[in-house]
């Protein structure tokens, strides 16, 4: 079983950055898809960016283009995802996903796609 671990979380003002990472338990995530999710309370999760298997290729929900940045960061085995720009609208539980495959833009949104699943990490930016 892949074990995923997030961190980077916590409280930051509006305006501010935060920089999140995905670890996998154990070994690398250089041969899987990554996605990351949010969910707000009361609302579904939802897509926020996801870099491919194959190529590395990117793609970003419309809320976060231009301001979040998904990377391999292959000193660490991470996927990290940096957040600029942080706005109350952003607050949310973030999840990292993976899967060994590779996906397009339109089926790295679909998170029934991804097997494996973190507990997530809370990001606040208060009003």
């Known amino acids: 079983q892949v074990l995923l671990a997030e961190s980077g979380g916590g409280l930051v003002q509006a305006g501010g950055s935060l920089r999140l990472s995905c670890a996998r338990s154990?070994?690398?995530?250089?041969?899987?898809?990554v996605g990351w999710f949010r969910q707000a309370p009361g609302k579904e999760r939802s897509f926020v960016a996801a870099?491919?298997?194959?190529?590395?290729?990117?793609f970003y929900a419309d809320s976060v283009k231009g301001r979040f940045t998904i990377s391999r960061e292959n000193a660490r085995s991470t996927v990290d995802l940096q957040m600029n720009s942080l706005s109350p609208n952003d607050t949310a539980s973030y999840y990292c996903?993976?899967?060994?495959?590779?996906?397009?833009?339109?089926?790295?949104?679909?998170?029934?796609?991804?097997?494996?699943w973190g507990q997530g990490t809370q990001v606040t930016v208060p009003s």
């Open positions: 996903a993976a899967f060994n495959g590779h996906c397009t833009g339109t089926s790295c949104r679909d998170r029934r796609l991804y097997q494996w």
């Open positions: 154990g070994g690398t995530l250089s041969s899987a898809s």
């Open positions: 870099i491919t298997r194959i190529g590395s290729n990117t």
